[in-house]
């Protein structure tokens, strides 16, 4: 089985479905995308693919060949709760901008920051990764004090807001991975940047 998104795959030791009389051996059921996005799935039994296409679509293994049907959000649910309860959240992604040469944040980025905060708040358990940027005005000494000055002074908002130091890694890239190429000495905003992920 070659899987390019999110399912589960399910063993089923006792026989719970019989089809043409054969028992289900394993179940499939590609799940939708958290964004809604395109997803699919190919599943293979002996010399027999069935395409999983989109969300909710299933198969099952049994002892024959792979049979396909549609499962719902309802079955997935009542069936595997439990499991996709004890799942950790998603990882989420946040880019704050800041003003040139400087540790301040953008006005903007400071009400991202409060979006950042709110999904925290949803976490039980937090892993950060902080990585500063800048543009490619000056050295790369300069740059590189001035990513790392970036992502600490976001950590520090984070700590200050009950993060443990612990949960947060802060690093700086410098003038490495410019978001928006640009030739040595050209001020980009959109270059100004940290990027956390928040897992």
Same mark, same amino acid.
């Given at each position: 089985?070659? %899987? $390019?998104?999110?399912? !589960? @795959?399910?063993?089923?030791?006792?026989? %719970?479905?019989?089809?043409?009389?054969?028992?289900?051996?394993?179940?499939?059921?590609?799940?939708?995308?958290?964004?809604? +996005?395109?997803? $699919?799935?190919?599943?293979?039994?002996?010399?027999?693919?069935?395409?999983?296409?989109?969300?909710? %679509? #299933?198969?099952?293994?049994? *002892?024959?060949?792979?049979?396909?049907?549609?499962?719902?959000?309802?079955? &997935?649910r009542?069936?595997?709760g439990?499991?996709?309860a004890?799942?950790?959240?998603?990882?989420?992604?946040? /880019?704050?901008?800041?003003?040139? #040469? $400087?540790?301040?944040?953008?006005q903007? $980025?400071?009400?991202?920051?409060?979006?950042?905060?709110?999904d925290?708040?949803?976490?039980? &358990?937090?892993?950060? &990764?902080?990585?500063?940027?800048?543009? %490619?005005?000056?050295?790369?000494?300069?740059?590189? *004090? !001035?990513?790392?000055?970036?992502?600490?002074?976001?950590?520090?908002? !984070?700590?200050?807001r +009950?993060?443990?130091?612990?949960?947060?890694?802060?690093?700086?890239?410098?003038? @490495?991975?410019?978001?928006?190429? /640009?030739?040595?000495?050209?001020?980009?905003?959109?270059?100004?940047? &940290?990027?956390?992920?928040?897992?």
């Open positions: 089985m070659n %899987a $390019s998104r999110a399912a !589960l @795959r399910i063993a089923l030791f006792a026989p %719970a479905a019989w089809l043409v009389g054969c028992a289900v051996e394993e179940r499939v059921i590609l799940l939708p995308e958290a964004n809604g +996005g395109p997803t $699919s799935l190919a599943v293979r039994q002996g010399t027999h693919d069935v395409v999983l296409d989109h969300g909710y %679509a #299933a198969a099952d293994l049994t *002892a024959a060949d792979p049979w396909r049907y549609e499962a719902s959000a309802d079955e &997935v009542k069936t595997f439990d499991a996709l004890a799942q950790p959240m998603r990882a989420a992604h946040f /880019t704050l901008y800041f003003n040139e #040469a $400087s540790d301040d944040l953008t903007d $980025s400071r009400q991202a920051l409060e979006r950042m905060f709110a925290l708040d949803k976490r039980p &358990v937090r892993d950060i &990764v902080i990585i500063g940027h800048t543009d %490619a005005v000056g050295s790369d000494e300069y740059n590189d *004090a !001035l990513a790392k000055k970036r992502a600490d002074a976001v950590k520090a908002m !984070l700590v200050v +009950g993060v443990a130091q612990d949960d947060i890694v802060a690093i700086g890239r410098g003038k @490495r991975d410019l978001l928006i190429p /640009t030739p040595a000495g050209i001020a980009e905003p959109r270059n100004r940047r &940290v990027e956390i992920v928040v897992r």
